[in-house]
């Protein structure tokens, strides 16, 4: 060698060394975990705190080390993107969970399957970065799946179509501080068309934006297409975060 230094050809590469620095975070510093989950049947017409409740006991079966809020009334910090409309299922919801120790979220997901209710399914767990913004932040849109019953599919095509050359769809603010006021609904929707369904229902498909303090509703959509009192069936299939 002759005290001589030689270095080989060598390939050295780093991939997305951010992403490997911010997941390596999130699964050892306060661990955060996003669950995707499915509603239906019975667990369609339960309230947002109900469903949280009930998501708390599951999580507390699954024997998951929880991390709580500080104050006399500690409670699990647990984290929807949004509360369902009452009578609406889901098929990929999104709640953020923080535990106090890292959890596989291979699992984490076998653990809840384990204990949830029947009517509640856990799709997919995953870690996520500690300082991602909140999922309610970072939502901006939903998609909804309506079945309607006793419709014409005619009426309800020509319904829609006004719905969608309309400027302005004015409809009274939910809430007692609102009385009296209103809120144009159609540019809160981004898309509305008909859609096969078995019979004898009539489909109807929608993505209507989210933003803070205006954020469309289906059954609101129904109500602007005098549709409301048709007997339906509801379902959001999916929930669109800011890239």
């Known amino acids: 060698m002759n005290g001589e230094l030689q270095i080989t050809d060598c390939e050295c590469s780093i991939q997305n060394p951010k992403s490997e620095i911010q997941n390596l975070k999130s699964e050892i510093q306060n661990p955060r975990y996003r669950l995707t ?139 007692r501080k609102y009385r009296g006021k209103t809120y144009n609904l159609r540019p809160l929707v981004e898309e509305l068309r008909l859609e096969d369904a078995p019979a004898p229902w009539t489909g109807l498909w929608m993505r209507v934006y989210a933003r803070p303090g205006a954020t469309g509703r289906p059954d609101e959509v129904l109500k602007a297409l005098d549709l409301n009192d048709a007997p339906r069936r509801c379902t959001r299939t999916r929930l669109i975060l800011a890239v």
Request: charged share 25%.
């Open 37 to 175: 989950f499915a509603t239906q049947r019975t667990l369609a017409y339960v309230s947002v705190l109900e469903l949280g409740k009930i998501w708390e006991r599951s999580l507390r079966r699954a024997r998951l080390p929880l991390k709580y809020s500080q104050g006399y009334n500690p409670r699990p910090r647990l984290h929807f993107a949004a509360p369902l409309p009452v009578g609406c299922g889901s098929e990929a919801d999104l709640l953020d969970v923080w535990l106090e120790a890292p959890v596989d979220p291979q699992r984490m997901r076998t653990a809840l399957t384990d204990v949830v209710p029947p009517d509640l399914s856990v799709i997919d767990v995953r870690a996520v970065p500690e300082d991602e913004a909140a999922l309610s932040e970072q939502l901006v849109a939903a998609e909804y799946r309506v079945w309607l019953r006793d419709v014409d599919p005619q009426i309800v095509q020509s319904a829609v179509t006004d719905f969608l050359h309309s400027d302005t769809l004015a409809l009274a603010k939910r809430g």
